[in-house]
């Protein structure tokens, strides 16, 4: 090995790959033999071959199964003229032998010239070595696309997290697990579309880019649209939009969207996201507590095939009744604080005071009852618990209970100590709707940077008139790291967001 090959690698293990294998790339194209084939069908998949492993070595032999199967090279073991390697596919991996002496010229030249994390079409007849592993006898290779940099050795190319996140490529090919989670949640969400279908509900699109900060108290993203010369605002949520679609007569929406908030990246927050929301005429808060548990449980029974699931050291059991409990209860069971210390502003503000949580000054009765909450409570939730009957305060488009207008009808589902679904009973009084977003405003002058926008659209659409409507987001990234036993955000979402590496 020559200075410049060896200082590449020590340099970066790509440029290493890279000086290589283009001379391996060079060499298939002086002998004519394309590194990159314009198109290629396969006719049989891996996993075609792997029912054939039930057969003893005599019996395969004498059934002569012939195959062409295509895929990556995985690993290479070479012997002088003979070489054994592992090709996969989508479907599973096969063994493959093939003998110099056996091969045509274009596939000699392919075998002297190939590598792992190449793609080869191999044709031959399946055997078991004497070791019993079935195998692909191969008579004629070809290349189908030549891998220039390689793969990452797998006990020591992808130890670093966020280099796994940012070559997801990489991660994908090496780490089988990870890409079970991501099979795991396709099928979680196809799992609650055929739910939702199978109910009457119709899949709908609504704008991405707002004119106004709508949907969720959150802190939007800011762009410009040069045509319109206005500022427009990223989606928190769809809430308002899918609402206006109940209004005009589709009684049952639902949309599976990505939202966008401004705030911090964290092992349960990236400022994109996946939520699907649904909207339901006709119907409560109990009814969607009830839908939600089962969509949760049936996709834990379909896909893992168990209603109980692991999650870090513990269990999760989605097949039990799932606890109820109003914030208030939920302060004092998972607490020492007493009924008289989260009641009325003057306990609740010394109460914030000994927990460490500074006051703002436009927060009431209702949001430090919440805060309160989110200090004390939420950490113990770890079983399926819905939280329920929210402060009013908190909960600007959630309709009040009819016999206290300071309480909603309002849920969050947590599991695992987290928020994994929100959902209430719609507020469909214009007038009520209009004063709430006032208050938002005033809050918003007030300093909270976390306030929605006057909708003056929306309470014409609520003056047509809401039917009694029930609506519930469920943030699919977090449902999958429960299904997937993931730690991290970053674990289920293909390409999170990070810090430049050029920082």
Same mark, same amino acid.
């Given at each position: ?13 790509? /440029?290493?790959?890279? *000086? ?41 032999? *004498?059934?002569?199964?012939?195959? /062409? ?30 003998? /110099? ?45 030549? *891998? ?337 036993? *993931? ?5 289920? /979402? ?10």
């Amino acid at each position: 090995m020559n200075n410049t090959t060896e200082n590449n690698r020590n340099n970066t293990e790509t /440029i290493a790959y890279q *000086s290589f294998r283009l001379e391996k790339k060079t060499n298939l194209e002086n002998a004519n033999i394309p590194p990159y084939i314009n198109s290629y069908t396969k006719n049989k998949d891996i996993q075609t071959a792997l029912p054939y492993n039930t057969m003893d070595k005599p019996t395969l032999e *004498s059934e002569n199964v012939e195959l /062409i199967l295509a895929g990556r090279v995985m690993a290479m073991r070479k012997m002088g003229k003979a070489s054994f390697f592992t090709i996969t596919d989508r479907t599973g991996s096969i063994q493959i032998y093939i003998k /110099i002496g056996n091969l045509d010229d274009n596939s000699k030249i392919v075998a002297e010239n190939m590598d792992v994390g190449d793609f080869l079409a191999c044709h031959g007849v399946l055997f078991k070595t004497n070791t019993n592993e079935l195998t692909l006898k191969t008579h004629k290779i070809e290349m189908l696309t030549k *891998s220039l940099a390689g793969l990452p050795e797998k006990w020591h190319g992808l130890k670093d997290v966020e280099k796994r996140y940012r070559q997801r490529y990489n991660d994908l090919v090496i780490n089988n697990d990870v890409k079970q989670k991501f099979i795991i949640r396709s099928k979680t969400v196809s799992h609650i579309r055929n739910y939702l279908e199978n109910l009457g509900f119709y899949e709908v699109e609504t704008p991405m880019m707002h004119a106004l900060v709508t949907g969720a108290a959150a802190e939007p993203f800011t762009t410009h649209h040069n045509a319109l010369n206005m500022d427009l605002y990223l989606r928190i949520a769809s809430e308002l939009h899918l609402k206006r679609l109940v209004v005009g007569g589709l009684e049952r929406v639902f949309e599976l969207n990505r939202n966008f908030r401004n705030e911090g990246v964290s092992t349960r927050h990236n400022p994109e996201f996946t939520m699907i929301e649904w909207y339901m005429a006709y119907s409560n808060y109990e009814q969607i507590m009830d839908m939600v548990q089962d969509i949760i449980t049936t996709a834990a029974v379909n896909i893992l095939g168990t209603g109980t699931v692991p999650y870090g050291d513990k269990a999760l059991n989605l097949s039990q009744p799932w606890e109820k409990l109003t914030m208030f209860d939920a302060i004092l069971k998972h607490s020492s604080l007493q009924p008289e210390d989260i009641t009325g502003m003057e306990n609740l503000t010394k109460t914030l005071q000994t927990l460490g949580i500074k006051k703002e000054d436009s927060w009431g009765a209702g949001r430090m009852l919440a805060e309160v909450f989110e200090e004390v409570a939420e950490k113990h939730l770890f079983q399926p618990t819905f939280i329920i009957d929210f402060p009013t305060e908190v909960s600007p488009l959630a309709k009040a209970k009819d016999n206290d207008p300071n309480t909603t009808e309002r849920f969050e589902l947590y599991i695992a100590n987290m928020e994994v679904a929100n959902g209430f009973n719609e507020l469909n009084d214009p007038i009520d709707q209009y004063e709430r977003f006032k208050k938002q405003l005033e809050d918003r002058d007030a300093g909270d940077k976390e306030t929605t926008d006057m909708d003056e659209d929306y309470i014409n659409a609520l003056a047509v008139g809401l039917p009694p409507t029930t609506g519930i987001g469920v943030g699919i990234d977090r449902l999958v790291m429960l299904l997937t036993n *993931s730690q991290s955000i970053r674990e289920v /979402i293909l390409f999170p967001h990070m810090r430049s590496d050029h920082d």
